[in-house]
């Protein structure tokens, strides 16, 4: 006779969230930077935060990236992954734009001969080995931001948080960030080994690169988010009045 199998206890569910918001808030003092935040990511998603200035996407960013306690709710991220964020402008060390890279891995244990080596590496990804060997100081912008991509490239995060990362930069090196952050989302080397889809986060105020980046839309209001669509929907169906007036007034 067959006995039923005892059932576990925990099970966690099949296709878990890679990250998972559930109520959460942010005060900056009198400030409500955000509310009521509810939000999951699945592994692999390409998620795009979009909305005015003030709105909260740099805090949620933030947030995920454990540099803001919420002051209410809940935030949990799958500890396996590694994450790694990118700010609008890159804070680059007076040293070569090679120990930049370095300096991040070797930070998280990696030997310094070998974290050299890795930092050619990603330089290479990025297409700047040609100028490893110069102070990071003296790049331009855009190859600064690709230092950093490099940089946070290099410690092979499941999860990449980027912050308006071409919003300071030219037209032309607009596109290359943004070529390089669509290449990486692509597949990334896990520590084991095997191959997977990043999971990318990135507010933005370019929808145009938004449409060719996302894969999801968040639309944020006064901390809130108003809207959380597949991008296709998100610019072609009907959306909450002050969404669609956001959409109209930056491609307009
Ligand atoms: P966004 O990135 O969409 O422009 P932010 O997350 O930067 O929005 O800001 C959300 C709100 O929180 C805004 O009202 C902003 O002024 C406020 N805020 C952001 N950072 C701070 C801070 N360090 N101290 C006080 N208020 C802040
Ligand atoms: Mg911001």
Redesign the pocket.
């Known amino acids: 006779m067959r006995h039923p199998e005892p059932q576990p206890v925990a099970m966690p569910p099949v296709l878990s969230p890679l990250i998972e918001l559930q109520g959460v808030a942010?005060r900056?003092?009198r400030?409500q930077?955000?509310a009521d935040i509810d939000l999951r990511i699945a592994p692999g998603e390409r998620v795009a935060?979009v909305?005015?200035?003030?709105?909260?996407?740099?805090?949620?960013?933030?947030v995920l990236h454990g540099l803001v306690p919420p002051s209410a709710g809940q935030v949990r991220c799958d500890a396996a992954q590694r994450q790694a964020m990118l700010f609008q402008r890159p804070h680059m060390l007076r040293t070569s734009a090679q120990n930049n890279v370095a300096l991040a891995l070797w930070l998280r244990g990696t030997r310094w001969r070998e974290a050299r080596a890795q930092a050619l590496a990603a330089l290479q990804r990025v297409g700047l080995e040609a100028i490893a060997a110069q102070n990071a100081r003296t790049l331009s912008g855009g190859q600064q931001q690709r230092v950093a991509l490099a940089r946070a490239w290099g410690l092979r995060p499941g999860v990449l948080l980027l912050?308006?990362p071409t919003a300071s930069l030219d037209p032309h090196a607009k596109r290359e960030v943004e070529g390089l952050m669509a290449d990486l989302a692509g597949s990334a080397v896990q520590p084991d080994g095997s191959t997977q889809a990043v999971t990318m986060l990135f507010?933005s105020h370019n929808l145009g690169q938004v449409k060719r980046l996302a894969s999801r839309v968040v639309y944020?209001e006064q901390?809130r988010i108003v809207a959380a669509l597949p991008v296709h929907d998100f610019f072609n169906g009907p959306l909450p009045e002050a969404a669609r007036l956001f959409v109209k007034g930056e491609i307009g």
């Open positions: 942010v900056y003092g400030v930077a955000l935060l909305g005015a200035n003030g709105s909260g996407k740099s805090t949620l960013l933030r912050d308006e507010s944020l901390g």
